[in-house]
Structures are given as structure tokens and as C-alpha cells.
């Protein structure tokens, strides 16, 4: 029985699940694969999923995709659009969408083992299915090798992954080396003195305090990081005060930093470090600041002879004209950590989701950044097709490049 990819996919779509709250994703994932074949182990770090599929002796490749979805307000306008709401880990009641892509990589997933157990007969080794919590935030990876991944289940001798994005459906982005940035969530308190607003004088102003870092904070890569080296520093909440009459205690940042490797890392987290402190000093504040880190990811770097035999695998696959050089990604993710801790090859590559049409008009017109939604935007949905297929079919050649 074939399963009915277009399906899980709608359905995944309608029911998007945040982080380490997925037990209906992980449920039905674990149930294809179960019904499949593989020997499937749940309620990995929290609620991960691992199906191994031992196939006679050969390598260990690990395929992994991910599952959580996002505190968004879907606006798609289509017919399987997401209505559901959460409660956040601040017990705050939020609109969910898989804004991400994540819907799409569990079912290209699903459908890439069902073809990979029907060729069986034509690779042998190790296939390990990794259906990973908690992408979004950068902590399922974590929470699954603090689990035991690696002594519970066999070693990989290389890890594979995928990511759909605003890309051409049909095409598959990939590079050597650095392939997505290193990042790092900070949630920054600057400590001020509350009073009324009719007497600043009496305060220590934390909102003015705000107000300076943030505006001191984006010359940090305007005039303190080489133009050549990409770096993004962004603060994306920002929370102080009750009432128009009240100056608050304090105030809260939360910030994204983003670098191409651990080097520049050292040095913008510094330089943030520094301004947060000194536009703290000069506002008179009497405590420092408290910066705490919300996550911190590394590096995705693809290694490059691996890289080199997925590209070949994919222009065979596909086209040679399918394939392309993305660059460097200032997005992140937490994937390698796997590779990392295993201290093998990962390869990790990106898929076109948006229409080809669509993207080719607004690539004529000079309108791709207003009119090609990215992830994480609420009007972010892969078109069904030929997304799915690519997607399944990246996979599978990469896998069988890897297994014997």
C-alpha cells in the first residue's frame, strides 16, 4: 500500500505542534515508519523518534528531519491552512503554523524511507531515521543526543538533512563548507530606577536606555565588522512599561546574532557585550545588565568531499541545472550537532518550495523579497508540487550515495 504523501502533508499542515509539544506529529511519523518496517524507539529527548532499518552490513547514514512548528498566524488563504492555537512555554495561548517547512520535511521524510525499503534489495547498511523535536528552539538535537542517541542506536558514519525554502520548486541548493551561520539568542534586562513619569528627574529611564542600545546595537556591523564577513545583529522583542504615566524598573531586549563560524562569533559577541554595558553606564544605571543566553548554535558546514558526492548524486538525480550554489545562509540551524558529536560528515542541503512560475515572474520584475514569502513568514506555504517529489527524491539519492 502506497501512503498517501499529498495527505500526511495537509494534515501535518492543518496541526502544527511547537517545540517538544509534537506528540501528534511524532505519533503518526512513528506509525508510517513502524508500518513500514523499521524498528521505531519514541519519546526521544522529549519527543523525538528513531526508526532503524538494518539492512546487512554496510555504512550507518542518519537522515534526519525535523517536526515543531511556530507561534504564527497563518494567512495563506488555503483550504488546509492552519486554525490551531498553543500555549506557549510562557503559558501564553498563540496562533501555530508550520511557517518553516517542517510539515513538508516530516513528509518527504516518510516518503523517502517508504522507496528506500521498496529498493532494499539494491544498497546495504544502516538506515537511521531521525524524526527531531524542537528545531525552532535550537534544542531538540540537544535534547535527543542528551538522550543517548549515539550509544543507544547505531553510530553514523555520515548524517544527511533537508530544508524547504524560497527557492524554485525543482531546485536543490547546496555548498561546501559553511552552509548556514552560527547564531545565538540573548535576553538582555537593563536595570533602571521607576518612578512617575511626571518626575524623570527621580528615575533612571530604562525605555531611553532601550532605545539607545538598540540604536547603538546596529552599528555594530555598519562600522565594526569587515564588510566582507557577514554577520546580523537583530533585536526582535523588546518590552518595558505598564502605563503612559509610569517610567518602569526595567526593560527587556531579545536578540538574534548571527556569524559565518565560532571566530566571529567571539568577536560581535563581544562588541554587543560591550555596548549593552557602556549605553547601561552612561544612562547612570546603578546594576549592570543581565544577558543571558537563550540558545546557541553552531555552524552548519557541510564537509566538503561528502558534499561533493551529494551534488553528484543530485545532477544525476535531477539535472545539473537543478543544482546551484546558495551561499552562505544566515539562517541557522541545530542539525549538526549530531555530526559534530559523532565527529562524522554531515551534509545538510535546501529545496525549492515556491511555484517556478511565480518565482520567475518576480525574479523578472526585480520583486522577489516582496512578493516570494520566506520561512517563518505567515504566507509561507511549499507548493504540494513537484516539492514533495523533489523532496523525497533529494533524500533517497543522497542516501543511497551513502549506503553500499
Known amino acids: 500500500m502506497t501512503i498517501d504523501l499529498d495527505a500526511l502533508y495537509t494534515d501535518l ?28 524507539h519514541e519519546n526521544i529527548g522529549v519527543t523525538g523518534v528513531i526508526g532503524v532499518l538494518a539492512n546487512g552490513e554496510g555504512p550507518v547514514v542518519w537522515v534526519r528531519a525535523d517536526m515543531d512548528a511556530l507561534p504564527v498566524k497563518e494567512d495563506t488563504g488555503l483550504p488546509y491552512a492552519s486554525t490551531a492555537t498553543g500555549v506557549d512555554p510562557d503559558g501564553e495561548t498563540v496562533p501555530l503554523m508550520h511557517a518553516c517547512g517542517h510539515d513538508m520535511h516530516v513528509t518527504a521524510m516518510i516518503g523517502a524511507v517508504e522507496r528506500l525499503v521498496a529498493d532494499r534489495e539494491q544498497w546495504h547498511g544502516t538506515l537511521v531515521v531521525v524524526i527531531q523535536p524542537a528545531e525552532e528552539y535550537g534544542q531538540g538535537a540537544r535534547a535527543m543526543l542528551d538522550d ?24 536543490i541548493g547546496l555548498r561546501p563548507g559553511p552552509q548556514m551561520s552560527a547564531s ?56 518595558a512599561g505598564t502605563k503612559n ?35 547601561a553606564a552612561a544612562s547612570g ?71 517556478p512560475a511565480t518565482f520567475a515572474a518576480a525574479a523578472r520584475n526585480g520583486t522577489i523579497e516582496r512578493d516570494v514569502p520566506t520561512n517563518h513568514s505567515p504566507f ?10 523533489v523532496g523525497v527524491g533529494a533524500m533517497v539519492a543522497a542516501a543511497r550515495e551513502f549506503l553500499a
Do not use: C
Not at 308 to 326: I, P
Not at 383 to 389: K, M
Open 13 to 40: 499542515h492543518r496541526h502544527p505542534e511547537l517545540s517538544f509539544q509534537e506528540t501528534r506529529t511524532a505519533g503518526i511519523a512513528a506509525g508510517h515508519l513502524r508500518d513500514l518496517g523499521l524498528e521505531v
Open 148 to 171: 543517548g542517541v549515539l550509544d543507544r542506536f547505531p553510530r553514523p558514519d555520515v548524517v544527511l538533512g533537508q530544508h524547504v525554502g524560497p527557492l524554485p520548486a525543482g531546485a
Open 184 to 239: 545565538d539568542g540573548l535576553h538582555v534586562v537593563l536595570h533602571g530606577r521607576g518612578g512617575h513619569g511626571s518626575r524623570p528627574d527621580s528615575t533612571i529611564d530604562p525605555i531611553v536606555m532601550a532605545a539607545a542600545t538598540i540604536m547603538r546595537l546596529q552599528t555594530v556591523v555598519s562600522r565594526e565588522v569587515d564588510p566582507t564577513e557577514p554577520a546580523v545583529v537583530t533585536v526582535g522583542s523588546v518590552h
Open 245 to 279: 504615566n509610569i517610567i518602569p524598573a526595567e526593560a527587556t531586549l531579545d536578540l538574534s546574532l548571527r556569524y559565518p563560524d565560532d571566530a566571529a562569533r567571539e568577536r560581535v559577541l563581544a562588541k554587543v557585550k560591550r555596548v549593552i554595558h557602556a549605553e
Open 285 to 355: 544605571a546603578e546594576r549592570d545588565p543581565e544577558i543571558t543566553t537563550l540558545h546557541s548554535l553552531p555552524a552548519t558546514i557541510n564537509d566538503a568531499a561528502a558534499t561533493a558526492r551529494a551534488t553528484a548524486a543530485f545532477q544525476a538525480a535531477f539535472g545539473e541545472q537543478a543544482v546551484v550554489d546558495t551561499g552562505l545562509i544566515t539562517g541557522s540551524e541545530d542539525v549538526s550537532w549530531f555530526a559534530r558529536d559523532a565527529g562524522v560528515p554531515l551534509v545538510f542541503w535546501f529545496w525549492g518550495g515556491i511555484d
Open 380 to 389: 509561507f506555504a511549499p507548493v504540494i508540487h513537484p516539492t514533495i517529489e
